[in-house]
């Protein structure tokens, strides 16, 4: 099994301007875990759920404190070095960078141009395609 067979092609993704009010919001509205952020069309860094999941308790803060850092860049917080693979490459690949990087998910970049994001493989992807009768 490929990447490509198994990899999410309609993706959400967020400028690094995107602030992480903006970010959360994002990712409760599309029900998703993972948000590559672009620059210029360029995958420039990933935030998940669990990287937003201390600004989830500035929600039950006062407002004057929450709003100000709700207000920073999604950019602060990402991280910039994003595991890749291609979409030819075999579906173990992908598994094998999760479990070595305890990541959740891996860019798909093109294979001419490794700054364009193709897709991207969620630890979801890979239990879906795995899954017996699947």
Do not use: C, N
Not at 47 to 58: H, I, K, N
């Amino acid at each position: 099994m490929r990447i490509r067979d198994v990899m999410t092609e309609a993706l959400v993704v967020v400028p690094a301007s995107t602030t992480l009010g903006e970010a959360l919001r994002t990712l409760d509205d599309h029900d998703i875990r993972h948000l590559p952020v672009v620059s210029r069309d360029e995958l420039v860094g990933i935030v998940s759920d669990r990287d937003l999941r201390p600004f989830y308790a500035l929600l039950q803060g006062p407002v004057d404190r929450w709003a100000q850092e709700l207000a920073r860049p999604v950019s602060q917080v990402m991280r910039g070095h994003v595991m890749s693979v291609l979409p030819d490459d075999p579906l173990t690949a992908a598994i094998d960078l999760m479990l070595e990087f305890k990541i959740g998910a891996v860019a798909v970049v093109d294979p001419a141009d490794r700054g364009q994001l193709m897709g991207i493989v969620s630890y979801v992807d890979v239990l879906r395609a795995l899954r017996p009768g699947a």
